[in-house]
Antibody
């Protein structure tokens, strides 16, 4: 079965850039959408955006200016880059897979596979 | 942005009890666009229900989802020890995708 594994630095300094990787095993990136979702302590989970395996992206407008997602088919990995970090970016970061549905038009559906998450703390 | 509000925040029940979890949306959702997830400490969230009422693969039939418009419910008909966890609803109707704040089902 498909498994997702996030990796990256556990601690980053304010104003720096966060880079995370999600490695996909047991399946291909193809035909799916891949998301980054984060869960700050004491707050709601927050969707950061999608990347389709072809490279097209949709970002949460709240973070569009700071977020970049990419996909590497050869490595079966997706990546997240988040710039200008502040303490508010401290969270558990998850990658998750979503399929596509059709209901008169195509839409990106629910998250059917998740990674275990990686904790990121922003502190000097 | 569609805001999802879950209630109660904490549900204290015993094994064998029925659990009813609520998720209210700030605007009407087309009813196929709501999902429920279960999360246990240190584990990945697990998809339980999608399309408001369709159980995901290998999810026991004691889990059921219902609702329409702005009001949605996850029901666990008879709690098993492994069901004590946090449950989240999520909408995939509007962008950005949003989640509820979660309901913790704890052992009484």
């Amino acid at each position: 079965q498909v498994q997702l594994q996030e990796s990256g630095p556990g601690l980053v300094k304010p104003s720096e850039t966060l880079s995370l990787t999600c490695s996909v095993s047991g399946g291909s990136l193809r035909t799916y959408y891949w998301s980054w979702i984060r869960h700050p302590p004491g707050k709601k989970m927050e969707w950061l955006g999608y990347i389709y395996y072809s490279g097209s992206t949709t970002y949460n407008p709240a973070h569009r200016s700071r977020v970049t997602m990419s996909a590497d088919l050869s490595k079966n990995q997706i990546s997240l880059r988040l710039t200008s970090l502040t303490a508010a970016d401290t969270a558990v970061y998850y990658c998750a897979r979503a399929g596509a549905g059709y209901d008169g038009g195509w839409y990106v559906s629910y998250f059917d596979v998740w990674g275990h998450g990686t904790t990121v703390t922003v502190s000097s | 942005e569609i805001v999802l509000t879950q209630s109660p925040g904490i549900l204290s029940l015993s094994p064998g009890d029925r659990a009813t979890l609520s998720c209210k949306a700030s605007e009407i959702l087309r009813n196929i666009y709501l999902a429920w997830y279960q999360q246990k400490p240190g584990q990945a969230p697990r998809l339980l229900i999608y399309g408001t009422s369709t159980r995901a693969t290998d999810i026991p039939d004691r889990f059921s989802g219902s609702g329409s418009g702005t009001d949605f419910t996850l029901t666990i008909s008879s709690l098993e020890p492994e069901d004590f966890a946090v449950y989240y609803c999520q909408q995939y109707f509007g962008s950005p995708r949003t989640f509820g704040q979660g309901t913790k089902v704890e052992i009484k």
